[in-house]
T-cell receptor
């Protein structure tokens, strides 16, 4: 149980285009989903927290107009990187938890974004 | 805020034991997680400690001392597949379930 999927697993795009990444909880309802970014040889940095049906809460320094997050259902959250640039190239990982208060997060397999 | 410190890298031989320390400073501490992450993959859950003491799970054990702001992950009978980054992550009552990750400790297992 507690499986989280991400799609696509890998994407290459041209600078200036937008990319959408999907995060799905396959066998449970995820009240809360988290989006992380990880640069090579660095740890995971939380970008934003999204609760189903409400606006995402962004961490300091993360541009909400650039990284659009939608959590329209209890099993799906999407992250759209708008007008992507090479510096946005990174490993994006989502995680999901069953309640806003429960600590354990179940991680998706990650999406490798490369912006040319 | 939360300051989480762990060593950058550790090397050990196959069959040996390695202990990865993690120190943290946080208000409203509500639990500490250890995750394993292989290169290019997402983290996988290893352990969760919220009370003081040692939690043993097969070859992996995790210890927590809340008063000292200290945890360690003990890997026994090391195998080559244990070569990975090990992430310490803390959650607090102030942060609504958010995890704050340490920088990770790269463990290299040699033959």
């Amino acid at each position: 149980g507690a499986v989280v999927s991400q799609h696509p697993s890998r994407v290459i795009c041209k600078s200036g285009t937008s990319v959408k990444i999907e995060c799905r909880s396959l066998d449970f309802q995820a009240t809360t989903m988290f989006w992380y970014r990880q640069f090579p040889k660095q740890s995971l940095m939380l970008m934003a927290t999204s609760n189903e049906g409400s606006k995402a809460t962004y961490e300091q320094g993360v541009e909400k107009d650039k990284f659009l997050i939608n959590h329209a259902s209890l099993t799906l959250s999407t992250l759209t990187v708008t007008s992507a640039h090479p510096e946005d190239s990174s490993f994006y990982i989502c995680s999901a938890s069953t309640t806003p208060f429960y600590n354990e997060q179940f991680f998706g397999p990650g999406t490798r974004l490369t912006v040319l | 805020g939360q300051n989480i410190d762990q060593p950058t890298e550790m090397t050990a031989t196959e069959g040996a034991i390695v202990q990865i320390n993690c120190t943290y400073q946080t208000s409203g501490f509500n639990g500490l997680f250890w995750y394993q992450q292989h290169a290019g993959e997402a983290p996988t859950f290893l352990s969760y400690n919220v009370l003081d003491g040692l939690e043993e799970k097969g070859r992996f054990s995790s210890f927590l001392s809340r008063s000292k702001g200290y945890s360690y992950l003990l890997l026994k009978e090391l195998q080559m597949k244990d070569s990975a980054s090990y992430l310490c992550a803390v959650t607090s009552t102030d942060s609504w379930g958010k995890l704050q990750f340490g920088a990770g400790t790269q463990v290299v297992v040699t033959p």
